[in-house]
């Protein structure tokens, strides 16, 4: 292996999260680092998700990193502002020489004899004292598993890697979900196609979602005015967290926002037949709550038909559901989500003792302490880890709580000579033990449905349970006294022969 680069952070993934490491490393003067980025750009989900109607559904001015200020033009942007603002990020931050493109990851062992990762590439291999994980938590797209789907004829693709070059005008569209991907791109494509085949297993929960393009006023005002930035995002900031007591404690705390919900509906639908089908009958939060205010007039417009029986084939121009009813379709639009707790990425990650993440958490379930290090992946930091993701509020306050804390572990070795970090098994467990312990109170998994949240065995993995307050306090400093450490140059000990002299017993 004479042609590796070496070099002390590698991170994997350049969207809010890596790009964000990278910014704060550098801000601390560590500027040993590369970003490996499998695509052509920074920005994740927003370079990934094109789709028509695509837009962030928390309000931007909360939806953004906390440093970096952007002229938004609007409450809830759509994905080419937020995709032009981590841009205009990347570009000020002075980071991006340190950025491979076009380049994945391809699998990282940790080397136990160096005390340092190995990260293969499809650019070349890189040796690493720190491996910062942000491959991102809804990144690899999961395709549904239909019976006959493989042999569609017409054009068929993922939210996620919209087709630009497909013209639907006019055409004859199926979406299948109603996630929260789908209920954006269903009003886009209603106002184009012919016809529109809406495929739902489970209503979501819908709430108006008050966008606005900001007036020339306000934008001055929140430019200008010192602070006002600031005290704007910290009320938006509490307006979502208001909503923590209600998944998290008593679901009935929800009542006025179901109620919202439900005038929603009724505005948006006259027919008592449909209202029907897409009122959700489980607790308000527990699956995503989901922001629109065209969704349900699309659903009710004569070009569309919400089919709510199963599917049972598709065939090579059309979908069949389980009455035998046979739709001919055009196009086939999978709105089906991501790999949310199988994460591929996981598959290519080879800790101390041989064994890769994914196998680790297909025996215990995705965990980690405190979402973001596990135990036998030494100086591994996951961001947006498991049980770190939100229903309610912005991710980014969570990336930057994960930030704050790998940076004090950062500093916190240096300081102290450490060369590897891992947290201890019974840390682990203690943490996940309260963890999940309390999440059997939330709506989550007293609300009655099943959500991309849960595993295979019905455990959250996902969401973490408690305030992002109490998440922030907890990540606040790195605790040395939950992890295994070795100090640096430790030379392998020399076990030699051990002369025994003679045994003095004394009574
Ligand atoms: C459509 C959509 C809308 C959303 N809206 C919101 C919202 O309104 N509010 C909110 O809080 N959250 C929202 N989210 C969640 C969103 O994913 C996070 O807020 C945030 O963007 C996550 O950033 P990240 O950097 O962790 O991951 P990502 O943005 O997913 O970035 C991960 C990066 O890692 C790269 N990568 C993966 N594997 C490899 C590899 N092997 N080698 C090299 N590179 C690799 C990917 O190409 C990608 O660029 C939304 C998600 C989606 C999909």
């Not at 603002?85 to 002075?94: D, P």
């Not at 408690?466 to 640096?488: H, K």
Request: proline content about 6%; some cysteine.
């Amino acid at each position: 292996m004479d042609d590796v680069q070496t070099v002390r952070h590698l991170i994997v993934g350049a969207g809010f999260a890596g790009l964000g490491a990278a910014i704060k490393l550098q801000e601390d003067g560590e500027r040993d680092f590369v970003v490996v980025e499998k695509g052509s750009d920074v920005g994740g989900t927003w370079r990934d998700n094109t789709y028509p109607g695509a837009t962030c559904d928390v309000p931007s001015q909360l939806y953004s990193y906390s440093f970096a200020d952007f002229d938004w033009p609007n409450s809830y942007s759509p994905q080419p502002e937020i995709q032009a603002y981590l841009k205009q990020v990347a570009e000020e931050s002075g980071t991006l020489d340190r950025f491979v493109f076009d380049t994945a990851v391809e699998d990282a062992a940790w080397d136990d004899r160096a005390q340092r990762w190995t990260v293969r590439t499809s650019a070349g291999t890189w040796s690493a004292q720190f491996l910062i994980v942000a491959a991102g938590g809804l990144s690899a797209p999961r395709l549904p598993e239909i019976d006959g789907i493989d042999t569609f004829q017409g054009e068929l693709f993922h939210s996620a890697r919209w087709d630009h070059d497909v013209d639907l005008a006019g055409k004859r569209v199926a979406v299948i979900g109603t996630g929260a991907s789908a209920i954006q791109i269903i009003p886009e494509l209603q106002k184009v196609v012919g016809r529109l085949d809406v495929y739902q297993r489970t209503a979501p929960w819908v709430i108006p979602r008050n966008d606005r393009p900001y007036s020339r006023f306000e934008r001055a005002a929140l430019r200008r005015v010192p602070g006002l930035r600031r005290l704007y995002r910290t009320g938006l900031y509490w307006a979502h967290e208001a909503y923590v007591p209600a998944f998290t404690i008593q679901p009935k705390i929800a009542a006025p926002a179901r109620k919202v919900a439900l005038a929603n509906i009724a505005k948006g639908i006259k027919d008592p037949e449909l209202r029907a089908k897409v009122t959700p009958h489980f607790e308000f939060g527990c699956k995503r709550v989901l922001r629109s205010n065209d969704y349900y007039p699309a659903l009710a417009a004569d070009n569309t038909e919400l089919v709510t029986d199963p599917i049972a084939k598709v065939t090579g121009s059309a979908i069949v559901t389980a009455d035998g009813t046979e739709r001919e379709i055009d196009v086939l639009v999978v709105a089906t989500g991501f790999y949310t707790t199988e994460l591929p990425f996981t598959e290519h990650v080879t800790g101390r003792s041989g064994q890769t993440l994914a196998e680790r958490w297909r025996a215990t379930g995705m965990a980690a302490y405190k979402g973001t290090t596990i135990p036998d992946f030494p100086n591994l930091f996951m961001l947006v880890g498991p049980n770190t993701g939100q229903g309610h509020t912005s991710m980014i306050f969570i990336i930057e709580s994960q930030l704050a804390y790998l940076r004090d572990a950062v500093r916190s070795m240096k300081e102290r000579g450490i060369a590897t970090t891992e947290p201890t098994q019974q840390h682990t467990d203690r943490w996940n033990r309260s963890l999940q312990k309390r999440m059997a109170r939330t709506v989550w998994t007293t609300g009655g449905c099943q959500s991309w949240y849960l595993d295979a065995h019905g455990r959250n993995t996902t969401l973490w349970p408690r305030s992002t307050v109490d998440f922030r306090r907890r990540l606040a400093a790195y605790d040395p006294d939950a992890y295994q450490e070795m100090p640096m140059e430790v030379a392998p000990m020399e076990v030699g022969p051990v002369e025994v002299g003679p045994v003095e017993v004394t009574q």
